[in-house]
């Protein structure tokens, strides 16, 4: 099917709209564009890192809907067991 | 029965917002029932001429607001529908010279004598949509399938809602059915699921609604008119009436057929 859009020339553009709208509007909707989201991120992982040591590089922020709801989502894994025993500093 | 005030309105300029208010209200008329269209894009007159009834101005809606008119003379009556008047927006003033309490003042006033008022809304999300969405019942939010107008959609939904106005409902405008078939354009489900609102119509694109404003006479009077039918079929929907969406994905005609058995599958 594949083979035969691309022979047809097809694009399926439609498919991109819906995305980019899908997350644009996840955005919109709660009034926190990526940019400050971003910088919320940063903000979180200097009160986190405060108080547990976080592996800072890979913290995940995003914004998602489930069922009609906004979430915020944050994954946030802990600095490795054997980093936190190596003395900090 | 006191008349039910539905506002049409959008976000986004230049998705149908008027030709939508015009076709909905001759198709109201139509139907025998007492329909008064108020433009309230103040500013930019633009209804009267959509209408086909520029010629017959006298007072507009800011002349009714600040007394210098009655509400009666302001009024319009369409030669062609009995039942259908038009109150004009000012051209001359801007937004502010009414104010969202005027709007429910002016619609109060209306409602014994009429079945139904339908408001057009200026586009944008200031005083001039919050004038137009106070005195609704029911609001419609039309939109295009392209993401820049359901975007604007998103936003208006939100006001509404915040207005305590009830869940708007929703018409599509401008739907392209070889461009949804070939998956170059949102289709009427992908715009439903983005937005998760209540669909009341879906109007093809359609010449006649050019030809028919280059006139003055709206396509919901002219039979043969896709547009038109849609617009009529909203309507019946306003009135409480089932009218189940026509199939615009549906081929027609032998090119229609030859090229679905050329299509494996056909498709999505």
């Known amino acids: ?89 | 029965m006191a008349a039910q005030v539905v506002t049409i309105t959008s976000g986004k300029g230049g998705v149908g917002k008027t030709t939508a208010a015009a076709n909905i209200g001759v198709a109201l008329a139509s139907s025998g029932q007492r329909v008064v269209c108020i433009d309230a894009d103040i500013g930019l007159r633009n209804l009267d001429v959509v209408m086909g009834l520029e010629n017959r101005i006298v007072y507009d809606l800011v002349d009714i607001v600040e007394g210098r008119c009655k509400l009666r003379q302001a009024m319009i009556k369409d030669k062609r529908l009995p039942d259908l008047h038009l109150i004009p927006a000012a051209q001359t003033r801007d937004k502010t010279a009414v104010s969202p309490k005027d709007m429910q003042r002016l619609a109060d006033e209306i409602r014994p004598d009429f079945d139904w008022v339908v408001i057009d809304s200026p586009a944008g999300i200031e005083r001039g949509f919050r004038n137009a969405v106070a005195p609704a019942d029911l609001v419609l939010i039309v939109t295009n399938p392209e993401v820049s107008a359901v975007r604007d959609a998103d936003r208006i939904i939100g006001l509404v809602e915040a207005e305590e106005k009830g869940p708007p409902k929703l018409v599509i405008n401008r739907v392209k059915p070889e461009m949804v078939r070939r998956g170059d354009m949102l289709s009427t489900e992908d715009v439903l699921e983005v937005l998760a609102i209540e669909l009341i119509g879906v109007v093809p694109e359609d010449d006649q609604v050019l030809v028919s404003s280059n006139q003055g006479l709206p396509a919901a009077l002219d039979p043969k008119s896709r547009a038109g039918r849609a617009f009529r079929d909203i309507a019946r929907r306003l009135n409480g009436e089932q009218v189940p969406f026509e199939d615009l994905s549906a081929r027609d005609g032998f090119l229609g057929r030859i090229s679905r058995l050329v299509r494996p599958g056909g498709s999505a």
Do not use: Y
């Open chain 1, 1 to 89: 099917m594949r083979l035969f859009d691309l022979l047809r020339g097809e694009s399926h553009s439609a498919r991109d709209a819906k995305e980019r709208l899908q997350l644009v509007l996840v955005h919109d909707r709660a009034d926190l564009p990526p940019a400050k989201l971003e910088a919320l991120k940063d903000e979180l992982i200097a009160v986190l890192s405060r108080h547990i040591e976080i592996d800072s590089r890979a913290v995940h922020i995003s914004l998602t809907r489930d069922r009609g709801q906004q979430r915020l989502v944050a994954d946030i894994p802990l600095a490795s067991a054997r980093a936190r025993r190596r003395p900090i500093g």
